[in-house]
């Protein structure tokens, strides 16, 4: 992919690095070398944290030279980012006027570089003023200042901006819109120069922050035998675990339930006592010519391949099977779908699909993702946590 230059555009405390970040997550989940570039913090490294209101003032010919700087010096890490590689790049400034958008493209172009806009478009004042509370009072720019007088300051700061804001249009060729975190999505892009992964991922973006339940199913026949894949039933423990997952959600309720398709995953979601959908995408990875047999049996009969698996366990492809790489590829829609639901969701799934999973939410480098500890038993809850999630682990009984 790429490369590609996305600059973000819009007035401050429109939630553009929060934007930016889950993007970037998403792409180099799947395996896309993309990046986030932040003028403020470079503006922070060269001018200082403490910089007063007037420093965003456009009729402030020293702050603009500042700003403009700053902006160079960002725009040269990503050229640097570029070079080595890179596919990616979220430019993350305000981008407010023609010409700052204009120049972004000049040197793009010189050097090859498509350039696309991400608008984020607020004026529901309680938003921002949540934007504000939960994000700037924490940035270094105000550590130290009370929190109504860094509030005052940062929407004097808004103010500057706004008296020169020119938002997307003719002039932009690439753009998408987000108004109102999620309210309404524009896209302009008669080039197609935004690749469509990108723009349906915005498209379902859900600005409702909830919790994310994921648990294994519990301990199959399979498990016990220590075979790989097949379709057998919950074990005895498997089920006593079922049981313990009903009683743990009892006062935790959600509002839907996915499981896969296998037996083992459908008779743990039984036990909620409320409908699960079976979705395919949540299949335990696909083992091919080595499914059901357990992990010493591929050793001994098929050491070549027990070796590649070993080797690169992210894109070792079972023969007649799948790789991790194919999983998480499998995964995409399952992500979008889970971004655009609005209350909390359990998933009842496998331990390559969890560990895959895990990946995107928790931004796991991918080379880790099929070596992540998701073992039986064991609750998963991922909580939002800025840009991204944290998770807690609540391990049930009968522990194994
Ligand atoms: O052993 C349980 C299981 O879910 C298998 O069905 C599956 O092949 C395996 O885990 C995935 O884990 P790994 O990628 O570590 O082999």
């Not at 998408?176 to 992964?197: H, K, M, N, S």
């Not at 995964?331 to 331990?351: I, N």
């Not at 390559?352 to 064991?378: C, K, M, N, Q, W």
């Amino acid at each position: 992919m790429g490369p590609l230059v996305i600059g973000m555009v819009g007035l401050p405390a429109r939630g553009k690095t929060f934007v930016a970040s889950q993007m970037s997550r998403y792409l180099a989940w799947q395996g896309v070398r993309a990046q986030i570039f932040n003028v403020g913090n470079r503006r922070r490294a060269l001018f200082g944290a403490k910089v007063p209101h007037g420093f965003f003032d456009p009729s402030n010919p020293n702050g603009m030279a500042s700003r403009r700087e700053a902006a160079q010096a960002t725009m040269d890490e990503v050229l640097a980012f570029f070079a080595d590689g890179g596919e990616v790049a979220f430019y993350d400034a305000t981008n407010t006027t023609h010409s700052r958008r204009s120049w972004v493209r000049e040197v793009c172009s010189q050097n090859g570089i498509q350039v696309a806009f991400v608008e984020l478009s607020c004026d529901d004042n309680d938003i921002i003023e949540r934007n504000i509370r939960q994000t700037k009072l924490f940035s270094p720019d105000y550590t130290g200042v009370q929190a109504d007088e860094a509030v005052a300051d940062f929407r004097r700061r808004i103010d500057h901006y706004s008296t020169v804001y020119e938002p997307l249009g003719d002039g932009d060729p690439a753009w998408v819109r987000l108004v109102d975190a999620g309210r309404q999505f524009i896209l302009t892009d008669p080039e197609r120069v935004i690749p469509r992964r990108l723009t349906d991922y915005l498209a379902n973006l859900s600005a409702v922050p909830r919790t994310i339940w994921v648990t294994r199913h519990g301990q199959s026949e399979f498990n016990t035998s220590g075979q790989l894949g097949g379709d057998s039933p919950l074990s005895p423990a498997g089920q006593r675990y079922a049981h313990s997952l009903g009683e743990f959600f009892r006062p935790r309720p959600v509002s839907r339930v996915w499981s896969s398709t296998l037996r083992r995953a459908r008779q743990t979601a039984s036990a909620l006592g409320t409908t699960h959908s079976p979705r395919r995408a949540l299949d335990e990875i696909d083992a091919g010519v080595c499914d059901g047999l357990t992990y010493a049996e591929i050793a001994a009969r098929r050491p070549n391949e027990f070796a590649a698996r070993q080797a690169d366990k992210l894109g070792y492809r079972y023969p007649g099977g799948e790789s991790y790489a194919d999983v998480i590829e499998r995964l995409d829609p399952m992500v979008l779908d889970l971004e655009r639901t609005r209350g909390p969701v359990l998933l009842v799934a496998h331990q390559a699909i969890i560990r895959s999973l895990l990946g995107y939410f928790l931004d796991i480098p991918r080379e880790e993702i099929p070596h992540v500890d998701v073992p039986l038993h064991t609750v998963i809850a991922l909580h939002p946590h800025g840009p991204g999630y944290r998770e807690e682990r609540f391990p049930l009984d009968p522990r194994l």
